[in-house]
C-alpha cells in the first residue's frame, strides 16, 4: 500500500451493493494526469450513482513502456492512462480530494500479463481492476495461455494481501465480453463464472461477474439471469455482484441509434437485477469520446434505468444449462482451476468464435437467426452435443451481415426496437 491513509481507500464491492440501485460506469482514460482527474471529477458530479475509472494505454497494456516514454517525450496522445509509468505521487494527485469511500475508482486495462500495473495501482491507493487470464489473453494478442494464467495467478494471490492490512480488494471478470460479438450467451456466461472462481481460489473473495449486451433482448434477460443463478450456485462467497457492458461490436453512428441501444442496455441491466452498468456514448463509432460525451452517457442510462422495472425470468433455461454444461466439464479437467482452463482450450471443450488466438481451437461458429438470437452454426469440441447447433456455412458476406446488425438495427429511421424516451 502506499502512504494514503487506508481508511480512504474504498471497499468498491460493497459500495456497488449498497448503492441502492444501477450504478453506471464509463470507459474512461486520458494520457494527460490533468485530463485524467477532470474525468474522474466529471464522473463524480454526474446526475448518477457512479464509480470512477482510470482505463490505461494500449502501450502500458503491453508492457510498451518505452513506447510510452517516447510518446509522452513527442507530445503525442496516448489513448489512456499510463499508470506504471508515472510516479505514485502523480496518481495519487489525481486521485486527491476525488476517489474514496464515496466514490471508488477502478483501473481498467486489457492485459495478459499485468504484474507491473497491479503494483502501480495498489502503490496508488487503488483496491479494484478487472480482467482474467482468459478474458485478456485471448482476444487481445499472442501471449500462450499458459503465461496468462501464470501471470494472472500470481497477480490475484498478491492483490488479496490486501486484506492483511485491512483493504478489501475487488476483481472483476471481463469474460462475459469475449470478442465483444458473435459468441452465443452460454459460453459468456461460462467464461465469466470460471473467471470469478479462478479468482476464488487465487485470494480475492469480492468479484464481479460481467456480461456484453449482445443482439437480443430477451436472450440477454436469459442469459444474465443463468449468470446470477450460476453464480449463486457456484461462487464460495457471498460478495459478488454482476456488471452489464452496452453493445461492443459496431456502435450505431447516430445519436438516436446510440441512445436507444445504451438505453436497452440500461433496462437489460435493471430487468436482471444487475447492479453496476458499463456505459458507451454517442462518439463511440468514430473516436474515443470527451468528458462530456461520458458524462451524458453515464446520465442517460441512469434516466433509463430509474424508469425500468425489474423482471422474473424462467428459474431454468437453455442457456442456463449449456453454460451449466460448460462449467462443469471444466472443472472436471483438473482440481487447479488454472490448469483446467488450459486444458478446456487445448481440448476444445472451450472455443471462442471467430478468436485467432493460436490457444483457442477455432472450430466454433456463431450466427444470428431471424429472431436476432445469437445461435450456433458450429459447436465444434464444445461438450454440449449436435442437439444445441443448427449447421450451416458461415459465409464471408453473412458474416460481415451478422457483425453490422445491431448497427443497422438501432440506426433505422424507424428501427425495430422499443423507443428510449427522452432522447
Not at 25 to 50: N, V, Y
Given at each position: 500500500m502506499s502512504s494514503l491513509d487506508r481508511r480512504r481507500v474504498a471497499d468498491f464491492g460493497a459500495f456497488v451493493k449498497a448503492a441502492g440501485g444501477l450504478v453506471v460506469q464509463p470507459r474512461m482514460g486520458f494520457g494527460s494526469p490533468e485530463r485524467m482527474r477532470a474525468g474522474l471529477a466529471a464522473t463524480k458530479s454526474a446526475d448518477a450513482r457512479t464509480v470512477g475509472t482510470i482505463t490505461l494505454d494500449s502501450y502500458t497494456r503491453v508492457g510498451?513502456?518505452?513506447?510510452?516514454?517516447?510518446?509522452?517525450?513527442?507530445?503525442?496522445?496516448?489513448?489512456?492512462?499510463?499508470?506504471?509509468?508515472?510516479?505514485?505521487?502523480?496518481?495519487e494527485r489525481v486521485l486527491d480530494g476525488i476517489g474514496g469511500p464515496d466514490f471508488p475508482v477502478q483501473v481498467r486495462h486489457g492485459s495478459a500479463q499485468p504484474r507491473d500495473i497491479f503494483a502501480a495501482l495498489v502503490a496508488s491507493g487503488m483496491s479494484a481492476t478487472e480482467g482474467g487470464p482468459v478474458s485478456y489473453c485471448l482476444p487481445y494478442g499472442r501471449t500462450r495461455l499458459a503465461d496468462s494464467v501464470a501471470e494472472w495467478a500470481a497477480c490475484v494471490e498478491s492483490f488479496a494481501r490486501l486484506r492483511e492490512v485491512g483493504v478489501e480488494p475487488h476483481l472483476?471478470?471481463?469474460?462475459?465480453?469475449?470478442?465483444?460479438?458473435?459468441?452465443?450467451?452460454?459460453?459468456?456466461?461460462?467464461?465469466?463464472v470460471l473467471e470469478a472462481l479462478f479468482f476464488h481460489a487465487h485470494g480475492v473473495r469480492s468479484v464481479s461477474v460481467s456480461y456484453a449486451q449482445q443482439t437480443n433482448h430477451d436472450q440477454d434477460v436469459e442469459a444474465v439471469l443463468a449468470l446470477r443463478r450460476l453464480c449463486a450456485e457456484l461462487?464460495?462467497?457471498?460478495?459478488?455482484?454482476?456488471?452489464?457492458?452496452?453493445?461492443?461490436?459496431?456502435?450505431?453512428?447516430?445519436?438516436?441509434?446510440?441512445?436507444?441501444?445504451?438505453?436497452?442496455?440500461?433496462?437489460?441491466?435493471?430487468?436482471?437485477?444487475?447492479?453496476?452498468?458499463?456505459?458507451?456514448?454517442?462518439?463511440?463509432?468514430?473516436?474515443?469520446?470527451?468528458v462530456e460525451e461520458n458524462v451524458s452517457a453515464l446520465e442517460h442510462a441512469a434516466r433509463v434505468a430509474e424508469r425500468s422495472r425489474p423482471l422474473s425470468g424462467?428459474?431454468?433455461?437453455?442457456?442456463?444449462?449449456?453454460?451449466?454444461?460448460?462449467?462443469?466439464?471444466?472443472?472436471?479437467?483438473?482440481?487447479?482451476?488454472?490448469?483446467?482452463?488450459?486444458?478446456?482450450?487445448?481440448?476444445?471443450?472451450?472455443?471462442?468464435?471467430?478468436?485467432?488466438?493460436?490457444?483457442?481451437?477455432?472450430?466454433?461458429?456463431?450466427?444470428?437467426?431471424?429472431?436476432?438470437?445469437?445461435?450456433?452454426?458450429?459447436?465444434?469440441?464444445?461438450?454440449?452435443?449436435?442437439?444445441v447447433s443448427s449447421p450451416r456455412t458461415v459465409t464471408a458476406g453473412g458474416l460481415l451481415a451478422d457483425l453490422s446488425h445491431v448497427r443497422r438495427a438501432y440506426d433505422a429511421p424507424h428501427a425495430q426496437v422499443e423507443p428510449v424516451a427522452g432522447v
Amino acid at each position: 500500500m502506499s502512504s494514503l491513509d487506508r481508511r480512504r481507500v474504498a471497499d468498491f464491492g460493497a459500495f456497488v451493493k449498497a448503492a441502492g440501485g444501477l450504478v453506471v460506469q464509463p470507459r474512461m482514460g486520458f494520457g494527460s494526469p490533468e485530463r485524467m482527474r477532470a474525468g474522474l471529477a466529471a464522473t463524480k458530479s454526474a446526475d448518477a450513482r457512479t464509480v470512477g475509472t482510470i482505463t490505461l494505454d494500449s502501450y502500458t497494456r503491453v508492457g510498451d513502456h518505452e513506447a510510452v516514454v517516447d510518446a509522452l517525450r513527442q507530445g503525442v496522445g496516448l489513448n489512456g492512462y499510463p499508470i506504471v509509468h508515472y510516479d505514485r505521487a502523480v496518481t495519487e494527485r489525481v486521485l486527491d480530494g476525488i476517489g474514496g469511500p464515496d466514490f471508488p475508482v477502478q483501473v481498467r486495462h486489457g492485459s495478459a500479463q499485468p504484474r507491473d500495473i497491479f503494483a502501480a495501482l495498489v502503490a496508488s491507493g487503488m483496491s479494484a481492476t478487472e480482467g482474467g487470464p482468459v478474458s485478456y489473453c485471448l482476444p487481445y494478442g499472442r501471449t500462450r495461455l499458459a503465461d496468462s494464467v501464470a501471470e494472472w495467478a500470481a497477480c490475484v494471490e498478491s492483490f488479496a494481501r490486501l486484506r492483511e492490512v485491512g483493504v478489501e480488494p475487488h476483481l472483476e471478470t471481463f469474460g462475459g465480453c469475449m470478442m465483444g460479438q458473435l459468441c452465443p450467451p452460454s459460453e459468456l456466461v461460462a467464461i465469466s463464472v470460471l473467471e470469478a472462481l479462478f479468482f476464488h481460489a487465487h485470494g480475492v473473495r469480492s468479484v464481479s461477474v460481467s456480461y456484453a449486451q449482445q443482439t437480443n433482448h430477451d436472450q440477454d434477460v436469459e442469459a444474465v439471469l443463468a449468470l446470477r443463478r450460476l453464480c449463486a450456485e457456484l461462487l464460495p462467497h457471498p460478495d459478488w455482484h454482476v456488471v452489464v457492458y452496452a453493445y461492443m461490436g459496431l456502435y450505431p453512428v447516430t445519436p438516436e441509434g446510440a441512445y436507444r441501444l445504451l438505453g436497452k442496455a440500461a433496462e437489460l441491466a435493471v430487468a436482471t437485477g444487475s447492479e453496476r452498468l458499463i456505459v458507451k456514448t454517442v462518439a463511440e463509432s468514430r473516436r474515443i469520446p470527451t468528458v462530456e460525451e461520458n458524462v451524458s452517457a453515464l446520465e442517460h442510462a441512469a434516466r433509463v434505468a430509474e424508469r425500468s422495472r425489474p423482471l422474473s425470468g424462467p428459474a431454468d433455461s437453455a442457456t442456463y444449462q449449456e453454460a451449466r454444461t460448460l462449467i462443469e466439464a471444466v472443472l472436471n479437467l483438473h482440481p487447479d482451476i488454472g490448469t483446467a482452463l488450459r486444458t478446456a482450450f487445448a481440448r476444445g471443450y472451450l472455443d471462442v468464435p471467430y478468436c485467432l488466438h493460436p490457444d483457442n481451437a477455432g472450430r466454433t461458429r456463431g450466427y444470428i437467426d431471424d429472431r436476432g438470437w445469437l445461435r450456433w452454426a458450429d459447436t465444434g469440441r464444445l461438450p454440449l452435443g449436435r442437439a444445441v447447433s443448427s449447421p450451416r456455412t458461415v459465409t464471408a458476406g453473412g458474416l460481415l451481415a451478422d457483425l453490422s446488425h445491431v448497427r443497422r438495427a438501432y440506426d433505422a429511421p424507424h428501427a425495430q426496437v422499443e423507443p428510449v424516451a427522452g432522447v
